[in-house]
C-alpha cells in the first residue's frame, strides 16, 4: 500500500521556475507536502525572507513558516539578463529540504495562526499584536512584550504559544 502522495520510490524531489505572482502559494503548499527536497528559482525578494533570520529587514511570517517546516538556503542568485525577455526583478534559487528538530508545536496550523497575529502590525509590538486575542493581562507578563514579532526566534515563538495553550 503506498502512502497518499508519495511515489513508488519514496518522496519526490521537486524544482520549478515559478511564476512571481503564485510563487508564496506554490511554496506554502510544498511546505506542507511530503518531499524529499525542493528547488526553486524565485523572485529574490521572496527568497530573502524565506531564508531571513530573526533581527533581519526581511524577516516575517514566511520566514517563521518555512523554518517551522523545513531547513532553507539561498543557492544563487540570477540577474534580470538570464531570460528573454528580461524579466524587472532579480531572482534567487531556493532549496528546501524538510526540517527535522523542529520545536514541538502541537497543531502546526494552530501554531502558525498564533505567529500570524504576532506579526499582525509589523511595526507593534508583542504586547500590543496579541492583548485583544489573549488578554493584555496575559502577554504584559511575557518578558518578551515590549519586543516585535521581527526579533523572535521560531524556537521563541513556540515557547510562547506553548504558554497560551496551556
Known amino acids: 500500500m503506498q502512502e497518499t502522495g508519495v511515489a513508488r520510490w519514496g518522496h519526490a524531489a521537486i524544482a520549478g521556475n515559478l511564476p ?60 534580470p539578463s538570464a531570460f528573454l ?7 534567487a534559487a531556493v532549496l528546501l529540504e524538510p526540517g527535522a528538530g523542529r520545536p514541538a508545536v502541537g497543531d502546526p496550523e494552530a501554531f502558525l495562526g498564533f505567529v500570524s497575529r504576532c506579526f499582525r502590525h509589523k511595526r507593534k509590538t508583542l504586547r500590543n499584536n496579541l492583548a485583544e486575542f489573549y488578554g493584555r493581562e496575559v502577554v504584559d507578563g511575557w518578558p518578551e512584550g515590549g519586543m516585535r514579532a521581527e526579533q523572535i526566534s521560531l ?12
Open 85 to 91: 525577455p528580461p524579466p524587472n526583478v532579480d531572482s
Open 20 to 79: 512571481y505572482y503564485i510563487a508564496t502559494s506554490i511554496l506554502q503548499m510544498t511546505l506542507r507536502g511530503p518531499y524529499r527536497r525542493a528547488v526553486f528559482l524565485i523572485q529574490k525578494e521572496v527568497a530573502d525572507r524565506i531564508v531571513a533570520g530573526p533581527g533581519s529587514r526581511q524577516y516575517g511570517f514566511l520566514s517563521v513558516e518555512a523554518a517551522l517546516f523545513a531547513k532553507a538556503k539561498l543557492l544563487f542568485d540570477v540577474k
Open 155 to 166: 524556537e521563541g515563538f513556540a515557547e510562547m504559544y506553548s504558554r497560551i495553550r496551556t
